[in-house]
Structure formats: C-alpha cells, structure tokens
C-alpha cells in the first residue's frame, strides 16, 4: 500500500509524518540522513509492543549501537521519577547530544521519551514511531512532551520537535478494541473542530475503523494527521490557535485526574464524554444548536459509544468534576477556558470563553438536561 508523507514546515521547524502499512522499512535512511553523526541509538519501548517489531528494529539498525530501555506505559509511570530513571541509563551508555532516542509505543511513551530528549544534555534528536491509533492520529504530532503531576495531567513538561515520526499502521493490528476507541476519539474531534465532510466520511466508516479495515484506518490516521499539522505548525508552542485542539479535554483532564488515571477509563474515552459535556455546554450557552449536538451523539450511538458520556450526563457526577477543573493549566485568575463549538467544523475563537467557576457551577443542571 502506498505511503503518504506530510510536512510539518513553518518559519522554526520542518519534518516529516509518514504514513502507510510496512512504513518501517524506511526508518535506517531516515536516520541516515537526518542524523548524519548518530552513532548510538537509544529506543525507549513499550513493554506492549509486539516482540516481533523489536527484532524488525534489530535488522533495520544493524549499522548502529542500539539499546532497547523497556518502558511500562500509563499514567502514574508518566512521571518525573520515570524520566530521572530513564536519564540515568542513558548517562551510563555515554549517549552524546548527536545520537538518537526512538520512541516506540503509544502517546504515553511519547510524551515521556520526547520530554527526555528535550532535557537531556539539553537536547538530542529524537523520532516518534507512534504504535497506537491515539498517538498515530494525534499526540506524536506537535512536540508536546511531558509527565504528569499529583496536581494535575500535564503539567510539566516542554515543546520539543522530533526529527521524523513514523506511522506504520501495520502496528495497529494487535491493539484491543478499548485501544481503537481511544484513538478514534481524537480522529472524531479533528472532525468536529475542522472539517465537516470529514466527519461525514465518519459517519459512513467509523465501523470500519474499528474493526482495523486498512484502507479506511490508513486514510483517517492520515486526515487526522492534516489536521493536526494545520493547528500545530501555525501555532506550535500553543499561544492561541492551537489551543482549539484542546476541544473536549478540559472536561476530559478533570475526569482523568479525579478517577486518579484508573484503567477503567482511557484517555480517549474521557475525550469522548468530554467532547459530549461541552458541546451540551455550547449548547446552553446558546453557541450551538440542539442539531449540531444531536448529530454527534448519533455517532456515539451508531457505533457503541454511548456508555462513555452516559456516566457523566448526571447532575451529581458533573458537578463532582469542579475541584479537578479548577486546576487546569489552561485556566486564568479562577476562571476555565474552554473552546466551545459553534457547528461542526467550526469552533469559538480561543479565550474568548473563560467561565467563572461559580458561573459554571450555576450551568451544570442544564448541561445534565440537554
């Protein structure tokens, strides 16, 4: 199958997003060309990731001193005592600031290999191979790197660039249903902020998706990607514009932190009741009509979707998300910024909408009737 390769280009940074089944094999000239001067390689892995790609990575460095630093990836092992860990092995492999660190693995993986890379003798180059949908259609794009605090998701952390990422959808295959979920809830908010026609190509093929049919998952990675380069290299250190990419999350991040990142909700689910609070919240502040809210919540239902948002459609639970709100890293002199949707396709300006907690709290029985 054909690969397609999109460019990140703005006045500070260029690189490319390859995309496509078996785009692996490009990976030993990649390196050979952007990293001329690497002599060591160090890839920071998923302990989930299949052995079968580990051995792939032996044969494609094989010109190259590689060392594989195995990483148990999920929300409480985001943190600074993971990335202090991760430093210290690298400084006994005597890594210089012209070698390499690969991450392998998820949006978890990434976000803590990037971070790494980025404070490591301040700065080494750095290629995302993201392995799961969510950070194949999202967070492998747009250098936020990080780890979480007890205060909050995402709350240290640095924009840093990579070099290169590599989709290589053929990663996709062994992911678990509750995987796909998580990704394809980032790939239906690209639509809903952007591109209308997107999501009606949704509508028709988020079956598809699911179920890992490659042509579709190939074009939707892709598109999503498209999207993410067009607020990320207008914006990339998330001064204005590219804040609209965090639609869906201030509600998600509350939810995150208040279930203390439990496995019983991922990531992508919490966007998905998160996309669903706020659109109820446009909808009350009378920014969207009750059409626009119905047509993505069709999608929920169409495909099974519905029990991410049903939880927290009561007035109780809602309300119970106010402590975590109040802490997001978006926030400005206690009020909560929130990017509201106009229409599908179309989102309110950034910062224009910056809700007094006491004001939301006077909203949340109406949010929990629409």
Do not use: W
């Given at each position: 199958m054909k690969m397609h390769e999109l460019k990140f280009k703005n006045s500070i940074h260029n690189y490319s997003v390859i995309t496509g089944n078996n785009a692996l094999s490009i990976i030993q000239k990649k390196i050979k060309k952007l990293c001329p001067k690497?002599?060591?390689?160090?890839?920071?892995?998923?302990?989930k990731v299949p052995r079968k790609f580990k051995n792939i990575f032996k044969k494609k460095l094989k010109n190259y001193e590689i060392f594989f630093f195995p990483f148990k990836a999920n929300e409480k092992s985001?943190?600074?005592?993971?990335?202090?860990?991760?430093?210290?092995?690298?400084?006994?492999?005597?890594?210089?600031?012209?070698?390499?660190?690969?991450s392998?693995?998820?949006?978890?993986?990434?976000?803590?290999?990037?971070?790494?890379?980025?404070?490591?003798?301040?700065?080494?180059?750095?290629?995302?191979?993201?392995?799961?949908?969510?950070?194949?259609?999202?967070?492998?794009?747009?250098?936020?790197?990080?780890?979480?605090?007890?205060?909050?998701?995402?709350l240290i952390g640095s924009f840093y660039q990579p070099k290169l990422v590599i989709n290589d959808t053929s990663f996709l295959n062994s992911l678990p249903k509750k995987e796909m979920?998580?990704?394809?809830?980032?790939?239906?908010?690209?639509s809903i902020i952007k591109d209308k026609n997107f999501f009606n190509w949704l509508k028709k093929n988020t079956k598809h998706i699911l179920s890992?049919?490659?042509?579709?998952?190939?074009?939707?990675?892709?598109?999503?990607?498209?999207?993410k380069i067009y607020y990320v290299s207008r914006?990339?250190?998330?001064?204005?514009?590219?804040?609209?990419?965090?639609?869906?999350?201030?509600?998600?991040?509350?939810?995150?932190?208040?279930?203390n990142y439990s496995k019983k909700i991922s990531h992508g689910e919490a966007v998905l009741s998160g996309m669903i609070l706020v659109t109820r919240l446009s909808l009350v502040k009378k920014v969207c009509s009750k059409n626009t809210l119905r047509k993505i919540e069709e999608i929920y239902?169409?495909?099974?979707?519905?029990?991410?948002?049903?939880?927290?459609?009561?007035?109780?639970?809602?309300?119970?998300?106010?402590?975590?709100?109040?802490?997001?890293?978006?926030n400005d002199d206690n009020r909560i910024n929130f990017v509201l949707l106009k229409k599908i396709g179309k989102t309110t300006t950034p910062g224009k909408f910056k809700i007094p907690i006491h004001i939301l709290k006077s909203q949340i029985k109406s949010i929990s009737q629409c």
């Open positions: 690497t002599k060591k390689i160090v890839l920071i892995i998923d302990n985001k943190s600074l005592k993971s990335v202090e860990k991760l430093l210290k092995k690298m400084m006994l492999k005597n890594l210089n600031r012209s070698d390499l660190i690969i392998v693995g998820g949006g978890i993986t990434g976000d803590v290999s990037g971070f790494v890379a980025s404070i490591y003798k301040r700065g080494v180059n750095f290629i995302n191979v993201p392995t799961t949908l969510l950070a194949q259609a999202d967070s492998a794009i747009g250098g936020k790197t990080g780890v979480n605090s007890t205060q909050g998701k995402n979920v998580c990704g394809y809830a980032e790939i239906l908010k690209h890992k049919k490659i042509k579709e998952l190939t074009y939707a990675v892709k598109k999503s990607c498209e999207i914006d990339t250190n998330e001064k204005g514009l590219r804040m609209i990419l965090n639609f869906g999350h201030t509600f998600a991040h509350a939810i995150e932190v208040k279930n239902e169409k495909n099974n979707l519905k029990y991410t948002y049903e939880k927290y459609s009561n007035y109780k639970l809602i309300n119970s998300l106010i402590p975590y709100l109040k802490n997001d890293k978006k």
